[in-house]
């Protein structure tokens, strides 16, 4: 039985942005929450996005990875009407990020379909994404970090508002090739090549 070895990261850089503030930033912020898609809710009005900074572990440099997912806690949706919400592979954040300079948003990772955080009928809850094929090509060339955007999938629906605790955990489980071996030899000594090869027993 083979139990895979694992590694995690938690963030260590967030920020959010939004359109009605565009050159405001909002790095590493604690009061508010990662805050997510259209606020036709409350003024003032606008459009969110969120960002997350994750370490990579050191572990998985060179391995095979075999899951890897990237997890939230969505703490408030307007309504337990799900909708979609995506993550995505971006470029770097700092302190300069905002909605006029965001970094460039590179592939989805994936999506989900939730809504969590409006009533008991639908508590706050965990939202997973699998970031498997991002964390392959980070243990490939031995990233250092990655970070990731969080978007509504329709940004013109109100009721695809989200928002989010400001922490998020990664969890990986990877396989490394095991080494070639070396130093190969028999009992008693021998070669394959000799003219007369020794008979080794079982």
């Given at each position: 039985?083979?139990?895979a070895?694992?590694?995690?990261?938690?963030?260590?850089?967030?920020t959010?942005?939004?359109?009605?503030?565009?050159?405001?930033?909002?790095?590493?912020?604690?009061?508010?929450?990662l805050?997510?898609?259209?606020?036709?809710?409350?003024?003032p009005?606008?459009?969110?996005?969120?960002?997350?900074n994750?370490?990579?572990?050191?572990?998985?440099?060179?391995?095979?990875?075999?899951?890897?997912?990237?997890n939230?806690?969505?703490?408030w949706?307007?309504?337990?009407?799900?909708r979609?919400?995506?993550?995505?592979?971006?470029?770097?954040?700092?302190?300069?990020?905002?909605?006029?300079?965001?970094?460039?948003?590179?592939?989805?990772?994936?999506?989900?379909?939730?809504?969590?955080?409006?009533?008991?009928s639908?508590?706050?809850?965990?939202v997973?994404?699998?970031v498997?094929?991002?964390?392959?090509?980070?243990?490939?060339?031995?990233?250092?970090?990655?970070?990731?955007?969080?978007?509504?999938?329709?940004?013109?629906d109100?009721?695809?508002?989200?928002?989010f605790?400001?922490?998020?955990?990664?969890?990986?489980?990877?396989?490394?090739?095991?080494?070639?071996?070396?130093?190969?030899?028999?009992?008693?000594?021998?070669?394959?090549?000799?003219?007369t090869?020794?008979?080794?027993?079982?």
């Amino acid at each position: 039985t083979f139990t895979a070895p694992s590694a995690g990261s938690s963030r260590n850089e967030w920020t959010t942005v939004n359109n009605a503030f565009p050159a405001q930033s909002y790095w590493k912020t604690t009061s508010t929450l990662l805050q997510v898609g259209d606020n036709a809710w409350s003024s003032p009005y606008f459009v969110a996005r969120s960002f997350v900074n994750m370490p990579v572990p050191s572990k998985i440099y060179g391995a095979t990875v075999l899951s890897a997912q990237l997890n939230f806690t969505e703490e408030w949706s307007p309504s337990c009407d799900t909708r979609a919400v995506q993550l995505w592979l971006t470029g770097g954040i700092s302190s300069s990020t905002t909605w006029n300079s965001q970094p460039s948003w590179i592939s989805e990772a994936g999506s989900q379909t939730v809504a969590h955080g409006y009533d008991s009928s639908c508590p706050a809850a965990g939202v997973g994404f699998s970031v498997l094929s991002d964390m392959q090509s980070a243990a490939t060339g031995k990233w250092t970090q990655a970070t990731f955007g969080l978007r509504a999938a329709d940004e013109s629906d109100e009721y695809g508002w989200k928002q989010f605790a400001d922490t998020a955990t990664m969890s990986i489980t990877y396989d490394h090739t095991p080494s070639t071996p070396a130093g190969l030899s028999t009992s008693p000594s021998t070669s394959c090549t000799a003219a007369t090869p020794t008979t080794v027993g079982a």
